[in-house]
Nanobody, 127 residues
Framework: EVHIVESGGGLVQAGESLRLSCEAS????????IAWFRQAPGKEREGVAC????????TYADSVKDRFTISSESDKNTIYLQMNNLKPDDTALYYC????????????????????WGQGTQVTVSS
């Protein structure tokens, strides 16, 4: 059974940073895609970043490139999303999803390709 727990959200001002954590288990951690999605009120769920650890593959949404970094700590079955220079438009509920059924380059923006989801962690950026 896949188990996913996110943490690290909070309220910050524009320009500040946050690091989200996703602890995941119940699948082969390094071999399958793990992704961050976000959903703001009234908007569709959006893929933010994706990683396949053993393939050294990472992808990012254009809106977060050069500001967000996805990384992993395999001995803790944890991935991170380092978010720098946060903007009010980054305000959303952030979800971790895994495992993904395909390479990040193909599925990072497709929620239906991810088997399990965490409960989400809220990120709020004030201007």
């Amino acid at each position: 059974e896949v188990h996913i727990v996110e943490s690290g959200g909070g309220l910050v001002q524009a320009g500040e940073s946050l690091r989200l954590s996703c602890e995941a288990s119940g699948f082969t951690f390094g071999e399958l895609a793990i992704a961050w999605f976000r959903q703001a009120p009234g908007k569709e769920r959006e893929g933010v970043a994706c990683i396949i650890i053993n393939d050294r593959e990472t992808t990012y949404a254009d809106s977060v490139k050069d500001r967000f970094t996805i990384s992993s700590e395999s001995d803790k079955n944890t991935i991170y999303l380092q978010m720098n220079n946060l903007k009010p438009d980054d305000t959303a509920l952030y979800y971790c999803a895994a495992p993904g059924l395909g390479p990040c380059g193909s599925i990072s923006d497709k929620p239906r390709y991810f088997q399990s989801w965490g409960q989400g962690t809220q990120v709020t950026v004030s201007s």
